[in-house]
């Protein structure tokens, strides 16, 4: 068995360097650390990727055929479905890695030279930008689930100039031209007042699915999750139990500042689809994905990194919702794929146990029957709640 957690604590001397973290956490005897530092200016984004680098038990990170099993997806779908992958800076090793990962769990070779894989700058051209050790992980991690969930997609990663909302919003214009009808963001800044400006800019693209990352910082909200025009995405941990679905998912939270991101926007409209009364804005989250570290997914990366290694935060649920997105068919042309789990909510796993803070009203941070902010309405039970 490959230890993943504990073979990235043996390298945690040497990846200190190459990969610039934050804010080290500890729970239950599992340590890990945020990839990306946090924010040093306005309207700059940070990775919500959580690399494990101790653990308590010697427990692999969960693979294709676990997070397929826990959410009820088909295997070996996303024939004909482009995902984009959106990050700043470069992994020059992504597409080698993103080979062996999908070689370890018997995926499909997913190639430049195939014709699956393509990497591009923002502007959809060569200019590729300077490479960067803690958001390569993030790149990894992304590439990774997209694949775990829709290995016959193909894989669109543009990578932005830098982690300016600037340059990662052109980067999501870039794939949208250039035909990704799926578009994973595992990033985001806290809310400002250019947060409009550049949800228009941005992310009103009507017959796309943009699932974004609720963030990992516990209650409040970020951007640009907190966009009327995409998917947000919250976390849960999970875990094999004896229920007949054979596992069992609740609220991932850590601390009152660790944990997934959920609550009421102060800038951003409410869409029309959602109708919950205690926030009279835009409500974070819409669906839920694994995100616990402690429950944390498989990923390989030798790009500040040196191997196998378990990787949590949102930044592992966005691209799991983007890749059931694929699963699903392309949205209609004008659609707007953030309101179709709204339509059918039945097709959900529910999540109504486990908190993030103590909030009024409770359901913006706590979990419940029905719609609740961590979790929003619920985790993938098939593809049914992803289509139009």
Same mark, same amino acid.
């Given at each position: 068995?490959?230890?993943?957690?504990?073979? =990235?604590?043996?390298?945690?001397?040497?990846?200190? !360097?190459?990969?610039?973290?934050?804010?080290?956490?500890?729970?239950?005897?599992?340590?890990?650390?945020?990839?990306?530092?946090?924010?040093?200016?306005?309207?700059?984004?940070?990775? %919500?990727?959580?690399?494990?680098?101790?653990?308590?038990?010697?427990?692999?990170?969960?693979?294709?055929?676990d997070?397929?099993?826990?959410?009820?997806?088909p295997?070996?779908g996303? +024939?004909?479905?482009?995902?984009?992958?959106?990050?700043?800076?470069?992994?020059?090793?992504? +597409?080698?890695?993103?080979?062996v990962?999908?070689?370890?769990?018997?995926?499909?070779?997913?190639?430049?030279?195939? $014709?699956?894989?393509?990497?591009?700058?923002?502007? $959809?051209?060569?200019?590729?930008?300077?490479?960067?050790?803690?958001?390569?992980?993030?790149?990894?991690?992304?590439?990774?689930?997209?694949?775990?969930?829709?290995p016959?997609?193909?894989?669109?990663?543009? +990578?932005?100039?830098?982690?300016?909302?600037?340059?990662?919003?052109?980067?999501?214009?870039? =794939?949208?031209?250039?035909?990704?009808?799926?578009?994973?963001?595992?990033?985001?800044?806290? +809310?400002?007042?250019?947060?409009?400006?550049?949800?228009?800019?941005?992310?009103?693209?009507?017959?796309?699915?943009?699932?974004?990352?609720?963030?990992?910082?516990?209650?409040?909200?970020?951007?640009?999750?907190?966009?009327?025009?995409?998917?947000?995405?919250?976390?849960?941990?999970?875990?094999?139990d004896?229920?007949?679905?054979?596992?069992?998912e609740?609220?991932?939270?850590?601390?009152?500042?660790?944990?997934?991101?959920?609550?009421?926007?102060?800038?951003?409209?409410?869409?029309?689809? %959602?109708?919950?009364?205690?926030?009279?804005r835009?409500?974070?989250?819409?669906?839920?994905?694994?995100?616990?570290?402690?429950?944390?997914?498989?990923?390989? %990366?030798?790009?500040? $990194?040196?191997?196998?290694?378990?990787?949590?935060?949102?930044?592992?649920?966005?691209?799991?919702?983007?890749?059931?997105?694929?699963?699903?068919? !392309?949205?209609?042309?004008?659609?707007?794929?953030?309101?179709?789990?709204?339509?059918?909510?039945?097709?959900?796993?529910?999540?109504?146990?486990?908190?993030?803070?103590?909030?009024?009203?409770?359901?913006?941070?706590?979990?419940g029957?029905?719609?609740?902010?961590?979790t929003?309405?619920?985790?993938?039970? $098939?593809?049914?709640?992803?289509?139009g």
């Open positions: 068995m490959r230890t993943f957690a504990l073979t =990235a604590a043996v390298l945690l001397t040497t990846l200190t !360097a190459a990969t610039p973290t934050h804010a080290d956490t500890t729970h239950r005897g599992t340590r890990w650390v945020h990839n990306c530092a946090r924010p040093a200016h306005t309207d700059t984004a940070a990775c %919500q990727a959580l690399r494990v680098v101790s653990a308590a038990t010697e427990r692999e990170g969960y693979g294709p055929a997070l397929l099993a826990a959410y009820g997806l295997a070996d996303g +024939e004909g479905a482009t995902v984009a992958i959106i990050d700043a800076y470069d992994n020059p090793n992504a +597409e080698a890695d993103l080979g990962y999908r070689a370890h769990y018997g995926l499909p070779a997913c190639t430049t030279d195939g $014709g699956c894989f393509r990497k591009t700058d923002q502007r $959809g051209g060569t200019r590729i930008p300077r490479a960067d050790g803690a958001w390569a992980g993030e790149t990894a991690l992304d590439l990774a689930m997209v694949s775990a969930i829709a016959r997609a193909h894989l669109l990663l543009v +990578e932005a100039d830098s982690a300016g909302i600037a340059d990662l919003g052109a980067a999501v214009n870039t =794939a949208v031209a250039m035909g990704a009808k799926v578009v994973s963001i595992s990033w985001g800044a806290p +809310e400002n007042g250019n947060a409009a400006s550049y949800d228009t800019r941005y992310f009103d693209h009507p017959g796309v699915a943009i699932a974004v990352a609720a963030g990992d910082g516990g209650y409040g909200v970020i951007f640009p999750a907190s966009s009327p025009h995409v998917t947000a995405v919250g976390g849960t941990s999970l875990r094999n004896s229920s007949p679905r054979g596992w069992a609740d609220v991932w939270s850590t601390s009152s500042t660790e944990g997934t991101g959920s609550g009421c926007s102060t800038k951003l409209t409410k869409p029309k689809w %959602q109708t919950d009364t205690g926030c009279t835009r409500t974070v989250a819409d669906v839920a994905a694994v995100a616990d570290p402690e429950t944390g997914v498989a990923v390989y %990366q030798t790009y500040g $990194g040196s191997g196998w290694y378990t990787y949590g935060g949102t930044s592992a649920a966005a691209p799991i919702i983007a890749a059931t997105y694929a699963l699903a068919g !392309a949205p209609a042309v004008g659609s707007r794929p953030a309101s179709f789990p709204y339509a059918h909510s039945d097709a959900l796993n529910d999540v109504v146990s486990g908190s993030t803070a103590s909030c009024r009203p409770a359901y913006l941070c706590t979990a029957p029905g719609y609740d902010g961590p929003g309405l619920g985790t993938p039970n $098939g593809v049914g709640a992803f289509q």
